[in-house]
Nanobody, 122 residues
């Protein structure tokens, strides 16, 4: 049903910034959750951040707290991930995904985007 399309990835130097976008269609925008995940080469996919669109509550993994910010543009049905103070270990393919509510269980997210590559050089 729903579709999610990520954009905004690229190559950036350490301590630099990027803003990722997740364009959402086919969902009631104020009645679902969007999570950001990342998959570094050779490692497991891990949760980064999540926002519940009904109440605006947000969640962050400890390794990005203070550096990344998740937000929404309701008029454009878009979710953003602002990434500041990037580190080489942030290098990964970043995905957005939709669920009925933010959850630590990745299998609760039934719809996934195609991913966007983020590469941070040292």
């Amino acid at each position: 049903e729903g579709q999610l399309v990520e954009s905004g990835g690229g190559l950036v130097q350490a301590e630099g910034s990027l803003r990722l976008s997740c364009a959402v269609s086919g969902f009631t925008f104020d009645d679902y959750a969007i999570g950001w995940f990342r998959h570094p080469p050779g490692k497991l996919r891990e949760g980064v951040s999540c926002i519940n669109t009904n109440d605006g509550s947000t969640f962050y993994a400890n390794f990005v707290k203070g550096r990344f910010t998740i937000s929404t543009d309701n008029a454009e049905n878009t979710v953003y991930l602002q990434m500041n103070s990037l580190k080489p270990e942030d290098t990964a393919v970043y995905y957005c995904a939709a669920a009925t509510r933010c959850s630590v269980a990745q299998d609760e997210f039934g719809s996934w985007g195609q991913g966007t590559q983020v590469t941070v050089s040292s």
